[in-house]
């Protein structure tokens, strides 16, 4: 079974920037379309950032801009570079490929707060 270990969440004031990673087990990761999503308190977990095989990549609206999703394939690890965080970005942040989606990891904390 692919483990997903997610980590690099913290809690920043608004305005700063933290760079989550995701590593996983899987071998042949580098085959896979791969997303970040979030799920803030209360609500659906939702994407935010899509990366494919190719390194195409697309970005919610809310997060265009300030987000960059990258990879290793060698390291099998997923990236996402947050700058300019708003409160709202408050939330846990898992990685995961887009179809047929691995067992979720715990995912990471990242709180935006004055």
């Known amino acids: 079974q692919v483990q997903v270990v997610e980590s690099g969440g913290a809690e920043v004031q608004p305005g700063g920037s933290l760079r989550l990673s995701c590593a996983t087990t899987?071998?042949?990761?580098?085959?896979?379309?791969m997303a970040w999503y979030r799920q803030p308190p209360g609500k659906q977990r939702e994407q935010v950032a899509q990366i494919t095989t190719g390194r195409s990549t697309h970005y919610s609206d809310s997060v265009k801009g300030r987000f960059t999703i990258t990879r290793d394939n060698d390291l099998k690890t997923l990236y996402l570079q947050m700058d300019n965080l708003k409160p709202e970005d408050t939330a846990v942040y898992y990685c995961?490929?887009?179809?047929?989606?691995?067992?979720w990891g715990k995912g990471t904390l990242v709180t935006v707060s004055s």
């Open positions: 995961n490929k887009e179809w047929k989606p691995w067992a």
């Open positions: 899987e071998s042949e990761f580098k085959r896979y379309n």
